[in-house]
């Protein structure tokens, strides 16, 4: 059975940092890509950054220079540092898995954590 648990969610203020963390299990980590989805009221959920099993990350435009994914397979557990915070980072943040080794597009992750809240505002 896939498991995945976020934990790290917070409020901050407009160019701070936080950590997202995401516990993953039920899969076979050398053969998974993982990635971060995030989603506000009103607005379908969208990826923010994915990496795929050997390591290589990748992300949207509106993230790059400031977010960074990383796994740890040893701790079944992925990572996602949020710099520079601004207040359209808001979102719910959830943690995703693909039972693909290479990425190949947000729509084909289909197992999901429950989600963690991030609020930026000053």
């Known amino acids: 059975q896939v498991q995945l648990v976020e934990s790290g969610g917070g409020s901050v203020q407009p160019g701070g940092s936080l950590r997202l963390s995401c516990v993953v299990s039920g899969i076979t980590h050398s053969r998974s890509c993982l990635g971060w989805f995030r989603q506000t009221p009103g607005k379908e959920r969208e990826g923010v950054a994915g990496i795929d099993s050997d390591g290589t990350p990748a992300y949207v435009d509106a993230v790059k220079g400031r977010f960074t994914i990383s796994r740890d397979n040893a701790k079944n557990t992925l990572y996602l540092q949020m710099n520079s915070l601004k207040p359209e980072d808001t979102a719910i943040y959830y943690c995703?898995?693909?039972?693909?080794?290479?990425?190949?597009?947000?729509?084909?992750?289909?197992?999901w954590g429950q989600g963690t809240q991030v609020t930026v505002s000053s």
């Open positions: 995703a898995a693909d039972l693909f080794p290479t990425l190949r597009g947000w729509r084909h992750f289909n197992y």
